[in-house]
């Protein structure tokens, strides 16, 4: 993970940043599903703001760059993270 992203943060938006961000890998490694993809090598997430709710990924694997947005809220003590190809 990106560490600066949670630069100037306070430690509960450290830790709910980090979250979004875990499960911003998590759902386009699953969406993807193919063997060799590494989060810190071939996911990226443009930085954003956790009042923004959305947000902006890619994915470079296999000379291949792919574009995705993500949404992300949270119910309660927990985070809900899902993630869409952008084919425009």
């Given at each position: 993970?990106?560490?600066?992203?949670?630069a100037?943060?306070?430690?509960?938006?450290?830790i709910?940043?980090?979250?979004?961000i875990w499960g911003?890998?998590?759902s386009?490694?699953?969406?993807?599903?193919?063997k060799?993809?590494?989060?810190p090598?071939?996911?990226f997430?443009?930085?954003f703001h956790l009042?923004d709710?959305?947000?902006k990924a890619?994915?470079k694997?296999?000379?291949?760059?792919?574009d995705y947005?993500?949404?992300?809220?949270f119910?309660e003590?927990?985070?809900l993270?899902?993630?869409?190809?952008?084919?425009?």
């Amino acid at each position: 993970m990106d560490v600066k992203h949670l630069a100037n943060l306070n430690q509960e938006d450290k830790i709910k940043k980090a979250t979004v961000i875990w499960g911003v890998k998590e759902s386009i490694f699953k969406i993807k599903n193919e063997k060799g993809i590494s989060f810190p090598k071939h996911i990226f997430e443009d930085d954003f703001h956790l009042g923004d709710t959305l947000g902006k990924a890619q994915l470079k694997f296999n000379n291949c760059l792919e574009d995705y947005d993500f949404r992300f809220e949270f119910i309660e003590n927990y985070a809900l993270v899902c993630a869409f190809e952008n084919k425009e």
